[in-house]
């Protein structure tokens, strides 16, 4: 079904290539430096990935070949109203665990797949529950795993995950980056 498309994984995701492979589909990875991950302050929340991943999309157009199908992922944690990115230094990764524990949050994931003459966008949602995490926990995780390239400072296949979530309901790749049934049966459509 795919073999008129080449395929292209733009993200710089070791997580989001493991995914991927999972599908068993031959893929490129290709990756742009320095693509903007910003935002219009006005967007609803579910719609932040969404926006990303398709402005991550949009910055290949102009190199695209005919038969090429880019991928593009941007995931974010969301607690209440606020938006947790990746953290900017080791204390601000234990400020948002601090702030996840003991609570239920969203993952939301936006995906983008484009071809030169087409695209679709689509975001996944799951929600996660955290135990009462403790500091020493905190401070083990921060200190041993160095989160600072994950939405919400935490990965939840890495120790973290292990010991400290309790619940999740809806799909566990989307907490990992990229919500591969979803993109499976969209491609399967495209």
């Known amino acids: 079904m795919l073999e008129n498309y080449h395929i292209i994984l733009a993200s710089n995701s070791p997580r989001r290539r493991q995914l991927l492979s999972g599908l068993d589909i ?13 935002y219009p302050t006005s ?20 190199m695209m070949s005919a038969h090429d199908l880019i991928i593009t992922a941007d995931t974010v944690v969301v607690l209440g109203n606020e938006v947790l ?12 665990l601090r702030e996840l524990s003991g609570q239920t ?3 939301i994931t936006g995906v983008c797949l484009m071809t030169r ?16 995490l403790t500091e020493a926990e905190i401070d083990y995780y921060v200190d041993h795993y160095k ?9 939840i296949q ?16 989307n907490v990992m980056g990229l919500p ?6 969209e491609l399967l459509t495209f």
């Open 26 to 38: 031959d893929f490129e990875v290709r990756v742009l430096p320095d693509i903007e991950e910003s």
């Open 43 to 62: 967007l609803a929340t579910p719609d932040i990935p969404v926006y990303i991943a398709s402005e991550k999309a949009a910055a290949y157009k102009d």
């Open 85 to 96: 990115g990746k953290p900017v230094d080791l204390d601000d990764a234990r400020r948002m």
């Open 105 to 107: 949050h969203q993952v």
């Open 117 to 132: 003459e087409r695209q679709r966008s689509f975001a996944v949602t799951t929600d996660v529950t955290f135990k009462t």
């Open 147 to 155: 989160p600072l390239d994950k939405a919400g400072a935490y990965g």
């Open 158 to 173: 890495e120790w973290i995950g292990y010991i400290g979530v309790t619940s999740l309901s809806g799909s566990y790749f």
């Open 180 to 185: 591969v049934q979803r993109i499976y049966n």
